[in-house]
Nanobody
Framework: QVRLVESGGGLVRAGGSLTLSCAAS??????MAWFRQAPGKEREFVAL????????SYANSVKDRFTISRDNAKNMIYLQMNSLNPEDTAIYYC?????????????????WGQGTQVTVSS
C-alpha cells in the first residue's frame, strides 16, 4: 500500500522558517513534489525533485526561499521554507509520480499525502 505522510506544518511569523517532511512507503517513485493549496485557490506547484539524480525545480514564487531535498535511505523528502510571508499560507501536499518526466501540473501525480497546514502571520 502506497502512503505519503507529511509533517512539520504549523504557525510561524512572517520572515520565519519551517521545514516540512514527507515519508514515502509502498513503492519507489521517479519524481516527488510539493504542492500547496490556499483557501479558494487551485492547488499549485511548489517544487519537485528527481529521485535518482536529485534534480530540482521550483515555482518562481518560492525560488531562492524554499529548498527541496531527498533522503534516499529514509525514503523521505523535505521542504525547507525560509523568509515565509502570509502569501505562503496554505495546506502543503506531498505528491509522487511514477513516471520520470517532470511535471508541474497536479493532474500528473499518482499519489498524494493528506496535507499539512502552514500558516504565516503578518
Amino acid at each position: 500500500q502506497v502512503r505519503l505522510v507529511e509533517s512539520g506544518g504549523g504557525l510561524v511569523r512572517a520572515g520565519g522558517s519551517l521545514t516540512l517532511s514527507c515519508a514515502a512507503s509502498g513503492r519507489t517513485f521517479s519524481v516527488m513534489a510539493w504542492f500547496r493549496q490556499a483557501p479558494g485557490k487551485e492547488r499549485e506547484f511548489v517544487a519537485l525533485v528527481n529521485w535518482s539524480d536529485g534534480f530540482t525545480s521550483y515555482a518562481n514564487s518560492v525560488k531562492d526561499r524554499f529548498t527541496i531535498s531527498r533522503d534516499n535511505a529514509k525514503n523521505m523528502i523535505y521542504l525547507q521554507m525560509n523568509s515565509l510571508n502570509p502569501e505562503d499560507t496554505a495546506i502543503y501536499y506531498c505528491a509522487a509520480r511514477k513516471s520520470a518526466t517532470f511535471r508541474t501540473n497536479a493532474y500528473y501525480y499518482d499519489y498524494w499525502g493528506q496535507g499539512t497546514q502552514v500558516t504565516v502571520s503578518s
